[in-house]
């Protein structure tokens, strides 16, 4: 049904209500879709930048809190963001300090929706609404995933503007609906109008959903309350409401998890009723500022949301300390066991393009410990330890567990809609794994070989343990220049791991063909070289998968 008929239209019927609502639904379905292609579309384009604003993490408050509002203004959801921080802090690569100015940030991050929702009161909306044919067939016709992502992004912007078409039509009717707007009239008090704000955000867990369906109320002349500041009331709840995500993911997690969530709440608590009080002060204030400010009432509420995030930032940023203490005063420090993984968590699976960076964190981690585990199997066999082994095995379980959760993080997030680029990295990651865990099975074969010479009473010379040192040396380098690759994306280092590579084989070569003289002229035990030989064959082994590593780096597209 039409709804200019059902606006021309004096009285509605049951099955007209049932149309309008059907259509404002319909109208908020489209919205948030919208959002979320948009969001994706310009994640996925800023995916590299999105990865070194978290990578970085500053001392300072004024940059914390421009990367939370860099990061929400992509995501457009401060919840999300917070969420990630809490993830941040759980796996303990963040500290609250840093998280308390990111939170804040966010806040300011998230006003950008209320903004592209307030120009519906201009002109563009004709326009903007065809953004999403033109959006379609950019995807269409394409041959370059980051055009087909652009169009994907300008696709995502018109649905936005078309969801706010459909909802301000369904307004529209509802305003001349005098028992609608009875009834919307009917709420006058300002403590129910924030409950209401902040119970619909916790329902729908989204601030910018219920705050974009309050601008297109006050486009369609939907009058909340008596008018005056009822509706920014409402605005104060919905900040109170979307820290509800937040605690839900909190739950389960670290100390300083659990406290990440909870200055988020506060600092939404606070600030919400720090306005409350003004605004009850001055009943006039909304009449007196925005209303005499700013001509269209969906720019007056944007623009209130926009004032109060940035205000409380202002006021509250050189207090992060009294919020960090007040949150180890509500949450008490526990005994807490210490997490298997480092770096991985679910709360980034939301933000793939982090999610695979953590990832890839973890699975260098994996390999650090499978390195560090190699290297004292190599001392345990020249001190002939065999003790040290157990403390291998130890560190080699604890990387096979990690594996495993990596292994399973990965799956989850190729599930996901992700870039090809980032498909591409995580295949990779899957190889790097298993060339680690290969690294640590040598680790163990080094440990056996240990157990053997001490079993079978074998000695070996001072001149070959220093050319074993040498050998191992230059895995060591290897190791490096094969991190180095991964972390910096570098192809230098790629080549300068060739050429290592090339050293080592050369080592083995000369240090086999030595211990065959040595044998020869009679100067070595003849029971040495099953020992000797699996070795410094073992040894190779280990640089060929470190350079394997090395070479995974071809497949993240830096060329």
């Known amino acids: 049904m039409n709804l200019s008929i059902i606006l021309a239209n004096a009285s509605m019927s049951g099955l007209d209500y049932f ?15 919208g959002c979320k292609v948009l969001s994706d579309g310009i994640e996925s384009l800023a995916n590299s930048k999105l990865k070194s604003v978290f990578n970085k993490a500053a001392k300072s408050k004024l940059a914390n809190m421009g990367m939370g509002a860099f990061v929400t203004s992509i995501i457009q959801s401060s919840a999300a963001t917070t969420v990630m921080v809490v993830g941040f802090v759980n796996a303990g690569i963040m500290s609250l300090y840093q998280a308390t100015a990111i939170i804040m940030g966010a806040n300011i991050g998230t006003t950008i929706t209320a903004q592209i929702v307030a120009l519906q ?26 055009m087909k992502t652009v169009g994907n992004t300008l696709a995502g912007l018109g649905m936005i503007f078309l969801g706010l078409e459909f909802m301000s ?6 305003r001349s609906s005098p028992v609608i707007t009875d009834l919307l009239q009917k709420i006058n008090n300002p403590f129910l109008l924030l409950f209401l704000g902040a119970a619909i955000t916790a329902l729908v867990q989204s601030s910018s959903a219920v705050t974009s369906i309050i601008i297109s109320m006050a486009g369609a002349g939907l009058v909340i309350g008596s008018g005056g500041n009822s509706v920014l009331y409402v ?112 709360r980034f699976l939301k933000t793939p393009a982090v999610a695979v960076e953590q990832a890839g964190k973890e699975v260098r981690a994996i390999a650090d410990m499978c390195m560090g585990a190699m290297k004292k199997a ?14 291998i095995d130890d560190t080699l379980l604890v990387a096979e567990d990690k594996s495993k959760r990596v292994v399973e993080y990965l799956i ?66 290897l190791y490096v220049e ?31 063909d030595a211990h065959i003289k040595r044998l020869n002229d009679g100067i070595c035990n003849p ?24 070479h995974s780096v071809e497949s993240y597209d830096i060329i």
């Not at 149309?19 to 879709?33: D, K, N, Q």
């Not at 326009?127 to 980051?146: C, E, H, P, Q, Y």
């Not at 006021?315 to 005063?329: A, H, N």
């Not at 190599?378 to 403390?391: P, Q, R």
Request: glycine fraction near 6%; proline fraction near 1%.
């Open 412 to 477: 989850e997030l190729s599930g996901m809609s992700i870039s090809q680029k980032d498909e591409k990295i995580i295949a990779s990651l899957h190889s790097q794994i298993g060339d680690a865990l290969r690294i640590g099975e040598i680790a163990e074969n080094l440990c056996k070989y240990t157990r053997s010479t001490k079993k079978h009473g074998l000695v070996f010379g001072n001149e070959v343990k220093e050319d074993l040192k040498k050998m191992f040396g230059e895995i060591e380098s």
């Open 527 to 550: 029971s040495n070289s099953a020992v000797f030989i699996n070795l410094v064959g073992n040894l190779e082994r280990a640089a060929d998968h470190l350079t394997f590593i090395a």
């Open 169 to 174: 039509d369904a307004m529209k009717v509802f």
């Open 235 to 346: 605005v104060l709840g919905t900040n109170i409401g979307t820290c509800i995500t937040a605690m839900l993911s909190a739950v389960g997690a670290s100390k300083n998890a659990r406290r990440a969530a909870t200055i988020h709440l506060m600092f939404n608590v606070f600030g919400s009723l720090l306005f409350m009080i003004v605004l009850l002060c001055i009943p006039k204030f909304n009449e007196l500022t925005f209303m005499k400010w700013f001509a269209y009432p969906t720019t007056q509420i944007a623009m209130f949301h926009t004032v109060f995030n940035v205000v409380c930032t202002a006021l509250f940023l050189p207090m992060t300390k009294v919020f960090v203490k007040l949150s180890t005063l509500i949450v008490k420090d526990v005994e807490e066991q210490k997490a298997t993984a480092t770096y991985i968590d679910r």
């Open 482 to 512: 094969a991190i180095k690759a991964l972390e910096e994306k570098s192809l230098i280092a790629v080549k300068r791991a060739d050429r290592i590579e090339e050293n080592i084989d050369a080592y083995r070569k000369r240090l086999v």
């Open 19 to 33: 149309y309008t609502v059907i259509s404002m639904l319909a109208g908020t379905g489209a919205f948030l879709f």
């Open 121 to 146: 009161s201009f002109d563009i909306v004709k326009i903007a609404m065809s953004l999403t044919i033109v959006g379609v067939f950019m995807n269409m016709l394409a041959k370059s995933d980051r």
């Open 378 to 391: 190599f001392e345990g066999f020249l001190a002939v330890d065999e003790k040290i082994s157990v403390e």
